[in-house]
């Protein structure tokens, strides 16, 4: 304290100035982590979870529709209804091939893994069953024979099974989601937290050092103070303090005890003159 008195005033107000710098860097510091953590959990619950539910949701569309387009290739009453459906249909596989690897890219959930594994399998099954019943379809054309058969309970397994393995699929990640939102809600609280008490601390700190750097400007002020009213009312024995301070409150009490000084002399002086009457 002794140390920070002796400062001159500019370096007492260019430290009090650093101090609240610092303590405004550190509360800012925080935030940002604590936005990034967040951040970074939405960003996960985004690229993870909900890319990934919509990848599998609209493969289960895609799914159902090449069904439905073999279906109705198989039934078409002409031709070009015919190949109006397996031209659908051809759009639909290959949709489907697109959100197969956008569910790849997305997986994360172990269950989901093992369900893939399945999954790939499944729709290895269903694809040649396709590529099967397309080829028998050119040999039957309009003639419901041979082609007719992937209409059947076999195929229909398939896709029953199929459908629960991507309803599973799409649960899993809701659970995920609903569990990363929760971690990010939870985060998101104690670092709330954490903030308010840096920003107590950061207040208290503030406050005492400021309350510090006045007390170290106005103790020595106010004991100048009261020498220069005990010169007034004639205590000339009275100790000036603080004149070895390199700084304003020692140029303030050098010249309280020059001012001393003159009033000794005048003091000398005048009881000279009062004995040398006598």
Same mark, same amino acid.
């Given at each position: ?159 029953? %099974?199929?459908? #629960?393995? $991507?309803?599973?699929? !799409? =649960? *899993?990640?809701?659970? &995920?989601?609903?569990?990363? +939102? ?36 106005? %103790?020595?002020? #106010?004991? $100048?103070?009261?020498? !220069? =009213? *005990?010169?007034?009312? &004639?205590?000339?024995?009275? +100790? ?39």
């Amino acid at each position: 304290f002794i140390t920070l008195e002796k400062l001159r005033l500019t370096p007492k107000l260019l430290v009090a100035a650093f101090v609240g710098m610092l303590l405004t860097m550190v509360l800012g510091l925080a935030g940002l982590k604590s936005i990034e953590a967040i951040n970074g959990y939405n960003r996960h619950l985004y690229n993870s979870d909900l890319i990934g539910t919509a990848a599998i949701a609209k493969a289960h569309v895609n799914f159902r529709l090449t069904g439905r387009y073999l279906r109705e290739a198989i039934l078409a009453p002409t031709l070009a209804r015919q190949d109006e459906a397996k031209a659908s249909l051809s759009k639909a596989a290959s949709d489907l091939d697109l959100d197969v690897a956008l569910i790849r890219e997305t997986l994360h959930i172990e269950q989901n893994k093992k369900l893939f594994k399945e999954l790939n399998s499944l729709l290895a099954v269903h694809s040649q069953q396709i590529s099967e019943a397309l080829s028998l379809l050119e040999e039957d054309k309009l003639q419901i024979g041979k082609a007719a058969a992937f209409l059947s309970e076999r195929f229909q397994r398939i896709d029953s %099974r199929t459908d #629960k393995v $991507l309803d599973a699929m !799409v =649960d *899993n990640n809701l659970a &995920g989601a609903n569990k990363t +939102t929760q971690v990010a809600a939870k985060l998101y609280q104690q670092e709330r937290k954490l903030i308010l008490l840096i920003l107590v601390i950061a207040i208290t700190l503030g406050s005492g050092f400021g309350w510090i750097v006045l007390l170290s400007i106005k %103790r020595p002020l #106010k004991a $100048l103070s009261s020498s !220069v =009213d *005990n010169l007034a009312q &004639g205590d000339l024995n009275i +100790t000036i303090p603080y004149v070895d301070y390199p700084n304003e409150v020692g140029l303030i009490a050098r010249s309280v005890k020059i001012l001393k000084g003159i009033y000794l002399k005048l003091e000398s002086q005048r009881w000279i003159k009062t004995h040398t009457a006598e």
